[in-house]
């Protein structure tokens, strides 16, 4: 886990107003500085290498947000499960947004597609699974960014220009569309509130 704090700068990034923003997941998550692409941001990065679903539903209820109430929270989760073989992900996941759910009743969170990746997993698994991720998040009035289509190429395949060489981690071009798409959500959200 990693908490940042760095003062803020100016590096092309649009200005919001000043939010706590968390991140939580994996090794993908943990391995971007989130603070240093949206700097107006207090930013709480959360990411634990290797850790799957269960894993991350232990932590939420051990109290991994004791003490803190992010403004939004950003989850991707799921695919170190799917590495090890194990693709009856579903129920899982909806124990974790149950529990986020109710541990945090006043934080907008937003539930984040499970990434394709060059090998191990089929597309088509991750496609039913995220199918069924996207209404899972409606049913608990959760948001859902999809960034599955954004690592594909015009044929459809995984893009290798975002994956490292294992297939599952992401190259900086990887993490640019990512962070692309959680700063233009971050842009409409506030365009929609208003701030």
Same mark, same amino acid.
């Given at each position: 886990?990693?908490?940042?704090n ?53 932590r ?24 090890? /073989? +194990?693709?009856?992900? &579903? ?5 974790? =947004?149950?529990?986020? $759910?109710?541990l @945090? *009743? #006043?934080t907008?969170i ?10 191990w ?9 995220n ?6 998040? /409606? +049913?608990?009035?959760? &948001?859902?960014?999809?960034?599955y289509? =954004?690592?594909?190429? $015009?044929?459809? @395949? *995984? #893009? ?14 990887g993490?640019?569309r990512?962070?692309?798409?959680v700063?233009?959500f ?10």
């Amino acid at each position: 886990m990693r908490e940042s704090n760095r003062s803020e700068m100016e590096n092309g990034t649009p200005q919001y107003s000043k939010m706590t923003l968390a991140f939580i997941g994996d090794s993908l998550t943990e391995a971007f500085d989130w603070q240093h692409r949206f700097p107006p941001h207090r930013i709480l990065n959360l990411g634990i290498s290797g850790e799957p679903i269960e894993g991350l539903v232990n932590r939420v209820l051990e109290g991994c947000f004791s003490g803190v109430r992010p403004d939004m929270l950003f989850v991707m989760t799921g695919i170190n499960n799917l590495r090890r /073989g +194990d693709h009856a992900i &579903a129920e899982r996941q909806e124990r974790l =947004l149950s529990v986020l $759910h109710r541990l @945090l *009743p #006043d934080t907008r969170i937003v539930i984040q597609s499970i990434l394709p990746v060059t090998m191990w997993v089929p597309c088509a698994i991750i496609e039913a699974l995220n199918a069924g991720l996207q209404k899972m998040a /409606g +049913d608990f009035s959760m &948001a859902y960014l999809d960034l599955y289509p =954004l690592f594909l190429t $015009h044929d459809g @395949l *995984p #893009d290798v220009a975002c994956f490292e060489e294992d297939g599952i981690h992401l190259t900086p071009e990887g993490y640019r569309r990512w962070s692309g798409a959680v700063a233009r959500f971050l842009e409409d959200q506030s365009l929609t509130s208003g701030v």
